[in-house]
T-cell receptor, first 111, second 114 residues
Framework: DAKTTQPPSMDCAEGRAANLPCNHS???????VYWYRQIHSQGPQYIIH???NNETNEMASLIITEDRKSSTLILPHATLRDTAVYYC????????????FGKGTRLHILP | GAGVSQSPRYKVAKRGQDVALRCDPI?????LFWYQQALGQGPEFLTY????????KSGLPSDRFFAERPEGSVSTLKIQRTQQEDSAVYLC????????????FGQGTRLTVV
């Protein structure tokens, strides 16, 4: 079973920041938080991952709370192309083990 | 190629027919994963290879499902005697190996059993 809880859907206006929450209250000390997204009719796409520090790359920022029980993925300036299902996943980095997907959050970007 | 390639993109099979789905991973990628995705659901893990070794097949739903990767590159997922509940998108992913856990996914094969 997935170890994360996400809202089933969210709306965001185009050009605004999209903030996607994720709860992972049972996360272990050696587990990382990963985010993937899946655009309609495509395979999942890696976005970002982190352990306990905030992370930023060209796609998004990841904010992890100090107790590591929750995190937020931030898309700073959402566009229509960001409409997708976003999956928050916890897994042990360094082990190339299976990724367990939950139901994710369906993000709608509104024009 | 530049990414993970799956073929065919679409497959329609009559119930009871055998099907074979192909995955060409990114060149040099050691790890290869197969997932099944039903409509409106997240991907469900099926099986995992490291090179030619099948290290985890715990997600295969029945003995009608069989996967192989004989030379450690291309993989084939075979489904025997297809049933309607096998209708789904089958996704393949590959990654470099133990120390690099970013997985790259193909676009999937949509299987429809009629």
């Amino acid at each position: 079973d997935a170890k994360t809880t996400q809202p089933p859907s969210m709306d965001c206006a185009e050009g605004r920041a999209a903030n996607l929450p994720c709860n992972h209250s049972t996360i272990s000390g050696n587990e990382y938080v990963y985010w993937y997204r899946q655009i309609h009719s495509q395979g999942p796409q890696y976005i970002i991952h982190g352990l306990k520090n905030n992370e930023t790359n060209e796609m998004a920022s990841l904010i992890i709370t100090e107790d590591r029980k929750s995190s937020t993925l931030i898309l700073p300036h959402a566009t229509l192309r960001d409409t997708a299902v976003y999956y928050c996943i916890v897994r042990v980095a360094g082990r190339d083990d299976k990724i367990i997907f939950g139901k994710g959050t369906r993000l709608h970007i509104l024009p | 190629g530049a990414g993970v390639s799956q073929s065919p993109r679409y497959k329609v099979a009559k119930r009871g027919q055998d099907v074979a789905l192909r995955c060409d991973p990114i060149s040099g990628h050691v790890s290869l994963f197969w997932y099944q995705q039903a409509l409106g659901q997240g991907p469900e893990f099926l099986t995992y290879f490291q090179n030619e070794a099948q290290l985890d097949k715990s997600g295969l739903p029945s003995d009608r499902f069989f996967a192989e990767r004989p030379e450690g590159s291309v993989s084939t997922l075979k489904i025997q005697r297809t049933q309607q509940e096998d209708s789904a998108v089958y996704l393949c992913a590959s990654s470099l190996g133990l120390l690099n856990t970013e997985a790259f996914f193909g676009q999937g094969t949509r299987l429809t059993v009629v």
